[in-house]
């Protein structure tokens, strides 16, 4: 007699598609750094300004993090002045008037990395690493 399926089954099952979906997902995001980095100008800017975010925890009642995002003003390739947010919010603001090299497209300027591990791999990093531990749980769990 067929019982169908255990929730156990179901949940190991759920942990690999999930981390077959971040896995994916993660490798879509280092394919799209590697096109960027591909056609990415380097340069030196300046932070012009700073943007505040502020997020609400909704596990803790009243507890707020703060981000900060450099506002960078540079020159590029053509000599055009642009003015582009940072991609990455800081814990802490940066100072106005600091220097910063960055990564930006030359077909669309306001596209700008930091030129850092984090500004350039740090999610994709991440996004497969965690996606490849949950996926290898999810094939252990299910073969168990």
Avoid at 9 to 24: D, K, R
Avoid at 58 to 81: C, H, K, N, S
Avoid at 124 to 131: E, H, K, Q, V, Y
Wanted: glycine share 12%.
């Amino acid at each position: 007699m067929f019982g169908g399926p255990s929730s156990t089954n179901i949940g190991e099952l759920v942990i690999f598609l999930v981390g077959l979906t971040f896995l994916l997902a993660g490798f879509w995001l280092f394919f799209r750094t590697l096109a960027f980095l591909g056609v990415a100008k380097q340069t030196t800017g300046n932070v012009v300004d700073v943007e505040e975010r502020v997020s609400e925890d909704p596990d803790t009642v009243g507890r707020v993090q703060e981000y900060y995002y450099a506002i960078i003003e540079f020159t590029t390739a053509d000599g055009a002045t642009v003015r582009a947010k940072s991609q990455i919010g800081h814990g802490r603001p940066p100072r106005i008037g600091d220097t910063v090299s960055i990564l930006y497209d030359p077909r669309r300027p306001e596209d700008i990395r930091e030129a850092t591990f984090t500004g350039t791999w740090l999610f994709p990093s991440l996004t497969i690493g965690i996606g490849g531990l949950a996926t290898l749980i999810g094939v252990l769990l299910l073969l168990s």
